[in-house]
């Protein structure tokens, strides 16, 4: 056998093994284009962007340019896959969820929790912030340790006081039943 040979020859062209190969041909060749729908789509009417002000993700100057940490962001996605957009003001959170929804909008950015409900209604990019919220109280001077506490109240005598009782009930008992 020649190695050399020619690469239509090893690929079957001309042979039962042309048919398999046009088939396969045949049923991927739909598949090339839809990629373009996801990567680089040029978009030909501009994204409707819906936002709420949510200082510092999303917030409007005097002459009503947004801008902030969400917007930044999402300019810089669009940017580098070739979307054009435009920004839609809501007026509030709901309001802004509710464009979503009805289709005014296309996208809704914001600082917005995912929640189940929320899940379940939308497809959510992974989350770009985590804030950390935590529960904050006043600092006590002189504040007594948990043993003083304790001590202080009682609890530790009237304890001790239950342990002595059961330790001669239980020595009667004992006495008792040992004959």
Known sequence: ?????????????????????????AMLVPLLGQGQQVFGQTVENPLQVSTVERQPFTFYDDEGTVSGFSVDLWEEIANRNGWTFEWVRQDSFPGMIESLVSGESDVAIANISITSERERMFDFSHPIYDSGLQIVVPSVEGRSSLLAIIWASGAVQLIGGAVIVLLIIAHVLWFFERN
Request: aromatic share 8%.
């Open 1 to 25: 056998m020649n190695l050399w040979q020619p690469a239509p020859l090893l690929l079957g062209f001309g042979g039962p093994g042309m048919k398999k190969l046009l088939l396969m041909v």
